[in-house]
C-alpha cells in the first residue's frame, strides 16, 4: 500500500513483503495501524513515510530483515510498538533531516533498537522510551540528540554516537543486562543501573511490576 500526502489511516492491519511495506508521504498520520513485514530482502521497512511531518501513533510493526518504522523529518511516534527487526526498529530516513520524537515507544528485539546514523540530523529526541534486547540500543550517529527517562535492557552497546563531540543530554535513563553502556557519549548524572522491572520483557511485556 502507498499513498501520496496528506492521508489519515486508522485501524488497520496490513501484512507484506514489499520494499516500502505500508507507505505515505508529507504529513500521514497512522492511528492504530500494525505492518509486519515477512520479507527475507535486507532493507524492507512495515511502515514508512518518505516525506516530513508524519505521526505514528499507538501503532506496531516488525520486518524480518528491515526496518519496522522508517521516518521522513519533522516526524513523530507516540506509544509505538516495534519488535523482531532484522534491521532498526524505529530508523530516519537517510534523504531528510532533523526533528525526530519518540515518546513512550517500545523497540524490542530488533537489531538497533532506534537508529538515526543515516544523516545528519538535529532536534532528536527519545523521551520514556524502550529498546530491549538489542545489539545497539539508540544509535545516535551525528544528530544533536536528547533520550530522557528511557530504559535501555539487554544490549551489546546502549546508547552511541558517531562523534563525541557533538551536543547530546542523556539523563535519567536505566542501563541494565548491556555489555557497554555508551560509545562517544555521556551518562548524566541521574542515570541509574537498576533490574528494569519489566513484568515479562521477553514475552513482549513492558508494564512495570508494583
Known amino acids: ?18 520494499a516500502d511495506g505500508f507507505r505515505a508521504d508529507t504529513g500521514a498520520v497512522f492511528i492504530n495501524c500494525e505492518c509486519d513485514n515477512s520479507s527475507g530482502t535486507a532493507g524492507r521497512s512495515a511502515l514508512e513515510t518518505d516525506a516530513a511531518y508524519s505521526v505514528f501513533v499507538n501503532c506496531a510493526a516488525s520486518s524480518t530483515a528491515g526496518n519496522g518504522f522508517a521516518q521522513g523529518g519533522f516526524s513523530f511516534a507516540v506509544g ?10 524505529f530508523t530516519a530516513l537517510s534523504a531528510t533531516t532533523d526533528h525526530h520524537r ?19 540530523l538535529n532536534g532528536t529526541q527519545i523521551i520514556n522510551c524502550v529498546a530491549y534486547n538489542s545489539t545497539t540500543g539508540i544509535n545516535l550517529g551525528s ?3 536528547m533520550v530522557l ?3 535501555l535492557d539487554t544490549y551489546t552497546t546502549g546508547i552511541t554516537a558517531s ?6 543530554l542523556i539523563d535519567y535513563c536505566n542501563f ?20 528494569s522491572g519489566f513484568t515479562d520483557s521477553a514475552g513482549g511485556d513492558f508494564s512495570l511490576t508494583a
Open 176 to 195: 541494565t543486562g548491556g555489555g557497554t553502556d555508551v560509545t562517544n557519549v555521556a551518562k548524566g548524572a541521574h542515570c541509574t543501573a537498576a533490574a
Open 80 to 89: 509505538c510498538y516495534a519488535h523482531d527487526c532484522g534491521q532498526a526498529g
Open 143 to 145: 544528530s544533536e540528540s
Open 1 to 18: 500500500l502507498s499513498f501520496d500526502d496528506y492521508w489519515w489511516f486508522e485501524n488497520l492491519r496490513v501484512t507484506t513483503t514489499t
Open 163 to 168: 562523534a563525541s563531540s557533538l551536543s547530546f
Open 102 to 120: 519518540h515518546v513512550d515507544c517500545v523497540a524490542d528485539t530488533c537489531v538497533t533498537g532506534f537508529d538515526f546514523s543515516g544523516a545528519s
Open 149 to 151: 527517562n528511557t530504559a
